[in-house]
């Protein structure tokens, strides 16, 4: 029997980092593994692979464990979770020995669950083969004839609250219900770890880079059952950015790295700041790693010098991808790239694709190909220039189209979350469709801005992306002018323990002015709505007003919007009921003369780049003849 927490009027458990109770909540067993059934490989990765179970153990020792957690609900969920033995159960430990230290393993790691839980007046009894676990000798020798039974019995005891708290030293007059210590609340010990935590990143976010914690005490009274909480922290001196260093460049230019950082000195010391600028410099793609870190001591100015560490990944790449959907059919990507043309970090990325292959025979396939190029840095540290040119022909229902389109221009981060971007666009396209066959040559102004205040671009769980954006345009054959506008904003947040139900939703709109006829407006350039990415359950634009002889025209009006439930079922497989709701109307505003919405269910697998997504749905006001379900495969996210 042992008591981490004694039982005298009043106790101390002393919270600094590297102590025996910060380690065991560090050590706090994290969500049960599932493993899955079967595995499969795929581009070099395995998917639903098994744990390797056939790893041998020398001198297995069985055991058998009786575990009475003393409660109920989350707490013996919590337990539980912190019984390696529990999760282990079945699963044979290498000797005698062996299993002692995975009880004693155990017994830690139950009070560090408990403390988290604010049961300081825990008691954990823990016996192997019959004895307590501190009256067995230092090599212990049991029966092997069977399994070794393995007791362990808690007393959780009642839940602390927070009485008293004090915060001291330059810590002094910050507010504790700013920091979760709150009197009367409970008192988990990962508040009091996190508070500590969070006075260090305040202070060093006021300029104070070598602030540090003095002291973080927990003085636990059994009789009030309270805990009084000390935080003490010294936060140093006031430092700027001092010298700034670029090491492990081989071909990028570390001029340009310190540049395109915007790490400069004389500005203030910012852990925030300093972190964006790793994000920022790893988003170039040209480096497999990215550390920034200060000297540790002061410069004889007052400064505090940096170093950007950086070290080059591979610089060409190439890929390719696939898609499905039983509607549109399979769909091949290839691209070839290189992240440092020129030692500045520009892109060259040339890519190609063939789409609706199965729909019919090779006349009906969609081709594309298309020159990118991308320099970072171009008009300062916060511009990018991108250029573009791309070649198509397409032919779903509506119509078919070779186009070729020349397009440049540039883009801003206003911030680390808005960026607007303006060019030139240069579009030729011969088009077949209800009107005929027509030929357009277009000069268009894009201008579009962004608000992206995402957790995660690949699967987000909270925050939200607007999007707003024009396309004057000027028709030269006809001498006609229309420009477009199109917006939409997707939101996420996440619910529950561990982000493990994310609510995700979708708005979004346009509209095209001008233009005496639908005819005077290219198709590429009308809207319709139906497919993976709009409208699922229904086919690639089959959502569009439609003439006498129900041929689909394309509008120029639209409105759609989708709703997921983004349902964590493991860590890496989870599912997507959802509905998706839109109109497209030949006015300039919409009329919701005929709405059309579809709904399924998904099915996602998480990977480093980004969920596997399998989406089944079907229409819910079906066109007559149309498409009567919809199945559609691919990497990401639907939005």
């Not at 669950?113 to 020798?141: F, H, I, K, S």
């Not at 935590?197 to 300029?207: H, I, K, P, Q, T």
């Not at 000297?295 to 790449?317: C, F, N, Q, W």
Request: proline fraction near 6%; hydrophobic fraction near 40%.
């Amino acid at each position: 029997m042992r008591n981490e927490v004694n039982r005298p009027e009043k106790s101390f458990a002393f919270l600094r980092a590297g102590t025996a109770l910060a380690v065991a909540v560090a050590l706090a067993c994290g969500p049960v593994s599932v493993r899955p059934a079967s595995a499969f490989k795929l581009f070099g990765m395995k998917f639903f692979e098994k744990e390797d179970e056939a790893a041998t153990v020398i001198d297995p020792v069985n055991y058998t464990l009786t575990l009475d957690p003393g409660a109920d609900g989350d707490l013996t969920k919590a337990i539980e979770n912190a019984s390696r033995l529990k999760q282990d159960d079945g699963t044979p430990v290498s000797g005698d020995l062996g299993l002692v230290i995975k009880a004693r393993d155990d017994r830690d790691r139950i009070l560090a669950a408990l403390y988290e839980n604010a049961r300081y007046g825990a008691v954990v009894n823990v016996t192997v083969n019959g004895q307590d676990l501190d009256a067995l000798p230092p090599n212990p020798e049991f029966n092997s004839s069977g399994p070794i039974p393995v007791t362990i019995s808690v007393q959780p005891g009642p839940a602390f609250t927070f009485g008293e708290v004090a915060f001291s030293g330059d810590a002094e007059g910050r507010n504790p219900a700013d920091f979760g210590l709150v009197p009367g609340a409970r008192a988990d010990s990962t508040v009091i770890l996190r508070a500590g935590e969070r006075v260090v990143v305040d202070l060093r976010s006021e300029g104070r880079p070598f602030a540090k914690l003095t002291e973080r005490k927990a003085i636990a009274d059994h009789k009030t059952q309270t805990v009084d909480v000390i935080i003490a922290a010294e936060g140093g001196p006031v430092a700027p950015i001092g010298t700034v260093d670029v090491s492990g460049t081989k071909t990028v230019d570390p001029a340009f790295v310190q540049r395109f950082s915007r790490i400069n000195a004389g500005q203030p010391y910012s852990p925030e700041a300093l972190s964006r600028a790793a994000e920022r410099l790893r988003g170039l793609g040209v480096f497999s790693s990215v550390t920034i870190r200060d000297a540790g001591k002061l410069a004889a100015d007052g400064s505090l010098p940096m170093t950007i560490e950086v070290s080059e990944g591979k610089h060409r790449y190439f890929g390719a991808g696939a898609q499905y959907s039983n509607t549109d059919g399979f769909g091949l990507q290839g691209y070839w790239g290189h992240r440092n043309l020129f030692g500045q970090a520009e892109s060259l990325r040339i890519e190609g694709a063939v789409n609706r292959i199965g729909e019919g025979d090779i006349s009906d396939l969609d081709y594309s190909t298309a020159i990118l190029f991308s320099k970072p840095g171009a008009f300062g540290p916060t511009s990018t220039f991108n250029a573009s040119l791309k070649a198509s022909i397409v032919d779903p229902d509506a119509y078919k189209a070779f186009t070729t389109t020349a397009a440049a221009g540039v883009s801003v981060e206003l911030s680390d979350r808005d960026t607007v971007s303006a060019g030139g666009e240069l579009m030729w396209s011969d088009v077949e469709d209800v009107f005929g066959k027509n030929k357009y040559l277009t000069a268009a102004i894009p201008i579009e801005f962004v608000r992206d205040t995402r957790d995660d671009r690949l699967n987000p769980t909270k925050g939200y992306r607007f999007m707003i954006n024009a396309k004057p345009t000027y028709e030269t054959y006809r001498g006609t002018f229309f420009s477009s506008f199109e917006g939409a904003i997707t939101g996420y947040q996440a619910l529950g323990a561990d982000d493990r139900f994310v609510l995700a939703g979708k708005l979004a709109g346009g509209t095209i002015i001008g233009g005496d006829e639908l005819s005077d407006i290219p198709a590429t350039r009308r809207f319709f709505l139906g497919g993976g990415g709009t409208v699922r359950g229904y086919g690639y634009q089959e959502i569009s007003p439609r003439n006498g002889d129900d041929k689909l025209l394309g509008g120029r009006s639209y409105m759609a919007a989708s709703a997921e439930v983004r349902i964590g079922i493991t860590e890496t497989i989870g599912i997507v009921p959802f509905i998706d709701v839109g109109t497209v109307s030949t006015d300039e505003v919409p009329d919701f003369k005929d709405i059309r919405a579809g709904a399924g269910v998904g099915l996602r697998y998480a990977t480093p780049f980004g969920p596997l997504r399998l989406d089944v749905a079907v229409p819910l006001d079906k066109y007559p003849g149309g498409t009567s379900f919809g199945v559609y495969a691919g990497i990401g996210q639907s939005f």
